[in-house]
């Protein structure tokens, strides 16, 4: 080695060397400074591009081309999963005949704390979080995260309960539910603005029968994430009869293709149907976007607003309604 670093060092100073020995010391410095961008880009990045098959990230352009093959229209039945149909349409003629009413306005009122016209929470939506809290009267409610549900509640809560309902938002950037909430809702309701996976595992155990734990996390089932918390810690920790919500999930057990198109890449969905399936822990009690592809008729008779919902979009504005409603047995 001494011997090589010798012969470099002479041939720094021959002139016929000298143009090479420094285009080699360019080279090393050149491969230092790219092994050092690669380290850095496999943490900014991840080792393997968005596509490859050891990546989470699909290959959108794949989808693209196979969009045709991929988003088929569904079937009213899934392998291994309970949809319960008949118990669905059932609650959903509770829902109709609750003498009861929720009636916020389009646009923002001083009146109500919620209203339909918004892009992350709407009608369909909102009007079965109304019918659920009026039906089922939870003494108990929990959020993992917060925003125009929360403005629901609070307006159920008060023109409907009496506030007798606790709630708790478990919510690390409250911005949107602090627009939205009067001066002394918060007097009225816990904040915790911590992520979901920093609450202590006993909060929990205060959900009883009829509770509702209300769930819209960031979607993403990965390392360390909220989701895996969510599924492999909280779910097991609750008592049975304690209902659960999910945002965002659309039959069947797909986003839609004009998401992904758009560049999502979500996978909450899937961990919550391979969740759920063989599950007799669980029964589905509700799914919004199942009624609406196959009961609509039954769903706008029953619950007008809902014909008011769009269709998704890739700016993702105005999502028609796509929560799903569970409830655990045991």
């Known amino acids: 080695m001494n011997i090589i670093k010798s012969i470099f060092g002479i041939a720094r100073h021959l002139p016929v060397l000298s143009h090479y020995v420094r285009y080699y010391d360019n ?11 690669l380290a850095e880009y496999k943490y900014e990045c991840g080792l393997f591009p968005p596509g490859h098959y050891h990546s989470p990230l699909p290959d959108f352009y794949l989808i693209e081309r196979k969009a045709a093959d991929i988003f088929l229209d569904p079937s009213p039945a899934l392998i291994d999963i309970q949809l319960d149909m008949d118990g669905q349409l059932d609650l959903l003629r509770a829902f109709a005949e609750l003498k009861e009413s929720y009636d916020p306005p389009n646009d923002r009122d001083k009146s ?4 339909y016209n918004n892009d992350f929470f709407s009608y369909l939506d909102a009007c079965v979080l109304a019918k659920m809290l009026l039906y089922f009267k939870p003494r108990r409610l929990i959020e993992v995260g917060s925003g125009y549900s929360s403005a ?5 809560n008060e023109r409907h309960m009496d506030w007798s309902l606790r709630l708790t938002m478990i919510e690390p950037h409250p911005n949107r539910v602090n ?47 909220d989701v895996n918390h ?23 057990f797909e986003y839609p293709k004009e998401w992904i198109l758009g560049g999502v890449a979500w996978n909450e969905s899937y961990i ?18 199942y009624l609406k592809r196959f009961h609509r008729e039954i769903l706008h008779t029953a619950l007008p607003i809902s014909a008011r919902d769009t269709e998704p979009d890739q700016a993702m504005i105005n999502a028609p309604g796509n929560s799903i409603w569970i409830r655990k047995l045991r």
Not at 112 to 115: D, E, H, M, T, V
Not at 272 to 288: G, K, S
């Open 27 to 37: 080279l090393k410095i050149s491969c230092a400074d790219q092994t050092a961008k």
């Open 112 to 115: 109500y704390r919620y209203w």
């Open 230 to 252: 969510i599924i492999f810690q909280v779910l097991p920790a609750l008592k049975p009869g304690v209902i659960i919500h999910f945002h965002d999930i659309f039959y069947p």
């Open 152 to 156: 629901v509640i609070q307006d159920i």
């Open 179 to 225: 627009d939205l909430f009067r001066t002394d809702d918060f007097l009225r309701a816990d904040l915790i603005q911590t992520p979901v996976e920093s609450v202590v595992q006993t909060l929990w155990q205060e959900l009883g029968e009829n509770d509702i734990l209300f769930i819209d996390s960031s979607h993403v089932s990965k390392i360390a994430s």
């Open 272 to 289: 919550l149907r391979a969740f759920l399936q063989n599950n007799d822990a669980y029964q589905i009690i509700f799914f919004n976007d």
